[in-house]
């Protein structure tokens, strides 16, 4: 009886203390000021992405993306649809194996095309310098 009473009691103070027990709180979040907000550059209406660009990284003067293009694509593309937007050729691209860049004119600015294609990933690396 006693041994009973005894394990009656440690089970009653365990649930007592037990439930008496407050949960963790959470960490406090941390109080360092935010960043400064910076305005994100914008790509001008009338350059052309594909639409499978990925890995965009955009700045006042360039804009830098991948695409699954084959670089004949890419000419493609870009001769095509910049054409479309009033740009103008500026001679012939100039290209070497997977390597090249096209130039064009549009209102006395240009802008040079440049890509690379990598047979590994099976990715153009594409980058628009921009005035």
């Known amino acids: 009886m006693r041994f009973y009473l005894l394990g009656g009691l440690l089970i009653g103070w365990s649930i007592l203390v037990l439930s008496c027990a407050r949960p963790p709180s959470p ?3 941390p109080t ?3 960043a400064p907000l910076r305005p994100t550059p914008t790509i001008r209406p009338d350059l052309p992405l594909p639409p499978d660009a990925f890995n965009l990284d955009v700045t006042a003067a360039r804009i830098a993306f991948d695409t699954k293009m084959s ?5 493609e593309f870009y001769n095509t649809r910049m054409r479309e937007q009033g740009w103008q050729v500026l001679g012939a691209p100039a290209q070497y194996g997977q390597v090249g860049n096209l130039l064009f004119q549009k209102e006395g600015v240009v802008v040079n095309i440049q890509y690379q ?3 590994l990933t099976q990715t153009t690396s594409v980058q628009i310098t921009l005035p």
């Open 71 to 75: 670089v004949q694509e890419l000419v």
């Open 32 to 34: 360092s000021p935010a």
């Open 27 to 29: 960490a406090p979040s």
């Open 117 to 119: 294609h990598n047979d």
